[in-house]
C-alpha cells in the first residue's frame, strides 16, 4: 500500500492515542464479561491476564516497529500487502474491517440495552441506532475532534477502574468499611486453591482473555494521522504495557482478594458489586453510565478503525475507488459513511434475528482477531527480512528479544486456537470464523483482484532477477 502521505491529518496527539488503545480494550467485556472467566479458571484467571497480556504487548511492538518506521494510512493491511503478498494485505484489511463491524453492533446493543435501565419506555433500537449515528457524525468531522471524544470517553472507564482499585487496597490492607479489619489476600488460595478448577479451566479460559485484548493493535491504525509518529506510536505502546498491569490485573486481583471467587458473579457485574461493598449505594448506576461510556467508546473507535481500513484497501484498488475520496479536514468520509452504514443495518437485523445467529457472528470475529494478530507477527517477520544489515541497525523501534518474544506469542496464540476447539462455547468461532474468510477470499478472486496479484508478483521478478532465477531453480 502507499508509503508516501496520503492527505490524512496528523492531528493525534499522544495522549489521545494512549487512551484510544486502553479505549479499545477497556470495554463492557471488561465491566460485565469478566464474571465468566473467573467462574473458569478461579483466582488463576490472573496468570491468564499477566500471560495473554505479554503476548498483547509483543504483538503491539512487532506493528510499532513496522509503524514507526513507515507511517501510513491502512497500518497492518498495507504493510501486509507490501511485505507478504497483496492477498494477503486484501485478506487482512477486509478480515479486520469485519471484525470492527460486529464488535460496534454489539456495542451499540449494549447502550440499548443499559439506556433502557434507565428509560424502559424507549424502544432498545432506537438508542442502538442513535448511538452509531451520533458516533459517525464525530468520526465526519475531524479525526483531532474523533481524538478528543475518544480520549474523555475512555478517561471515564480509567478514573472508575483508579477509585476502584484504590478503595479496594484500602479495603484488604487496611480495613475500609470493614470495621478496620484487614480483609488480606486469604481469598485468593482459600476456595479450592489459586487453581480451583484445576489446569484445564485455566487454560480454557485463555481464549476469553486473549480476546479482551484484542482492539489495542488499532493503534497502528493512528500512525498515518498521528503528530509525529516517530515519538508519539513508541511512547503509547511502551506506556500501554504497565497500564495494563494496572487495569485488567489490578481491578481483577481487588475483586477476588475481596470476594471468594465462586462467589463473583452471582449478583451481576463485579464491578458493581465491588462498588456496593465500598458503601456506595449508587453503584448500579454508576457501572450503568460507566459501560454505555465504555460501549460508546468501543463503538467510536471501531468506525474510526473501519474507516481507515477502507479507505486504505480503496487506495490500493481492493475496495471501490469512490472511498478513497478525503474531506477538506482529511477524513476518509465515504469509507467512515459506509462502515457507520453496515452498523446500522446490523441493528435492524440483530432485532429480528434470532440471539443465536448474532453469537455466530461474535464467533466469527473471535477468530479473526487472533488471525490478524498472527498476520502481523508473520509480518513483521517479512519485514524484517526485507531490510539489509545497515537498514535493521538502523531500526528506530525495536520488538524485544525478537525472534524468541515472536515465537513465544506465535505459540501461545496457536494454542488458544487449538484450545477453543475443546471448548463447547467457543468452538463455533473455528467453524464461522473460516466461513467468514473464505468469503472474502472467494471475492477476491471473483473481483479479478488475483489478476493485480499475479502482475504485482512479475513486477517483483522483474526487478529482482537474481531472486527469480533462484525460485526457478528451486
Not at 85 to 90: E, M
Not at 369 to 374: E, F, K, S
Given at each position: 500500500m502507499q508509503t508516501q502521505e496520503t492527505g490524512l491529518k496528523r492531528h493525534l496527539k499522544v495522549r489521545h492515542i494512549r487512551l484510544m488503545a486502553l479505549g479499545s480494550t477497556i470495554g463492557v467485556g471488561l465491566f460485565l464479561g469478566s464474571a465468566s472467566a473467573i467462574q473458569i479458571a478461579g483466582p488463576s484467571i490472573l496468570l491468564a491476564y499477566l500471560l495473554a497480556g505479554i503476548v498483547a504487548f509483543i504483538v503491539l511492538r512487532a506493528l510499532g516497529e513496522m509503524a514507526v518506521h513507515e507511517p501510513v494510512a491502512g497500518s497492518f493491511a498495507a504493510y501486509a500487502n507490501s511485505y507478504v503478498?497483496?492477498?494477503?494485505?486484501?485478506m487482512v484489511g477486509w478480515g479486520y474491517w469485519s471484525y470492527w463491524i460486529v464488535v460496534g453492533i454489539a456495542e451499540v446493543t449494549a447502550v440499548g440495552i443499559y439506556m433502557g435501565i434507565w428509560f424502559?419506555?424507549?424502544?432498545?433500537?432506537?438508542?442502538a441506532l442513535s448511538s452509531v449515528i451520533a458516533m459517525g457524525l464525530i468520526n465526519l468531522i475531524a479525526v483531532k475532534v474523533?481524538?478528543?471524544?475518544?480520549?474523555?470517553?475512555?478517561?471515564?472507564?480509567?478514573?472508575?477502574?483508579?477509585?476502584?482499585?484504590?478503595?479496594?487496597?484500602?479495603?484488604?490492607?487496611?480495613?475500609?468499611?470493614?470495621?478496620?479489619?484487614?480483609?488480606?489476600?486469604?481469598?485468593?488460595?482459600?476456595?479450592?486453591?489459586?487453581?480451583?478448577?484445576g489446569i484445564t479451566g485455566f487454560l480454557f479460559s485463555l481464549h476469553m482473555v486473549l480476546f479482551a485484548y484484542v482492539g489495542i493493535e488499532m493503534i497502528g491504525l493512528s500512525a498515518g494521522e498521528a503528530e509525529n509518529p516517530k515519538k508519539t506510536i513508541p511512547m503509547a505502546i511502551d506506556s500501554l504495557a504497565w497500564r495494563i498491569l494496572i487495569f485488567y490485573l489490578g481491578a481483577l486481583f481487588v475483586i477476588l482478594a475481596i470476594f471468594p471467587w465462586n462467589e463473583v458473579g452471582q449478583e451481576g457485574s463485579p464491578f458493581v458489586v465491588m462498588f456496593e461493598r465500598l458503601g456506595l449505594r449508587e453503584a448500579a448506576g454508576i457501572i450503568n453510565f460507566v459501560v454505555i461510556t465504555a460501549a460508546l467508546s468501543s463503538c467510536n473507535a471501531g468506525i474510526f478503525s473501519g474507516g481507515r481500513l477502507l479507505?486504505?484497501?480503496?487506495?490500493?484498488?481492493?475496495?471501490?475507488?469512490?472511498f478513497a475520496k478525503l474531506s477538506n479536514h482529511g477524513v476518509p468520509y465515504r469509507a467512515v459513511l459506509f462502515t457507520v452504514l453496515v452498523p446500522v443495518i446490523g441493528v435492524i437485523v440483530n432485532y429480528f434475528v434470532p440471539e443465536k445467529a448474532f453469537h455466530y457472528m461474535m464467533a466469527?470475529?473471535?477468530?479473526?482477531?487472533?488471525?490478524?494478530?498472527?498476520?502481523?507477527?508473520?509480518?513483521?517477520?517479512k519485514f524484517r527480512q526485507s531490510l539489509n544489515k545497515d537498514e535493521l541497525s538502523q531500526l528506530a523501534y525495536r520488538c524485544p528479544w525478537w525472534p524468541y518474544s515472536t515465537w513465544f506469542a506465535y505459540g501461545f496464540i496457536v494454542l488458544v486456537i487449538g484450545l477453543m476447539a475443546w471448548h463447547d462455547e467457543a468452538r463455533i468461532a473455528l467453524m464461522v470464523g473460516p466461513m467468514v474468510l473464505f468469503i472474502y477470499l472467494a471475492m477476491f478472486f471473483l473481483m479479478g483482484l488475483h489478476r493485480k496479484y499475479r502482475h504485482t508478483q512479475v513486477n517483483k521478478k522483474a526487478a529482482n532477477p537474481v531472486e527469480m532465477n533462484q525460485a526457478e531453480m528451486n
Open positions: 503478498s497483496p492477498l494477503a494485505g486484501y424502559p419506555e424507549t424502544p432498545q433500537w432506537l438508542w474523533f481524538g478528543e471524544f475518544e480520549f474523555w470517553f475512555a478517561l471515564i472507564k480509567v478514573i472508575a477502574i483508579i477509585v476502584m482499585i484504590a478503595m479496594g487496597v484500602a479495603v484488604i490492607f487496611f480495613g475500609f468499611t470493614n470495621a478496620w479489619q484487614p480483609i488480606g489476600l486469604s481469598h485468593l488460595w482459600q476456595h479450592g486453591g489459586f487453581f480451583p478448577n479507505y486504505g484497501l480503496a487506495v490500493n484498488g481492493y475496495a471501490p475507488r469512490k466469527a470475529v473471535t477468530f479473526i482477531g487472533l488471525m490478524v494478530w498472527l498476520a502481523i507477527l508473520y509480518t513483521q517477520n
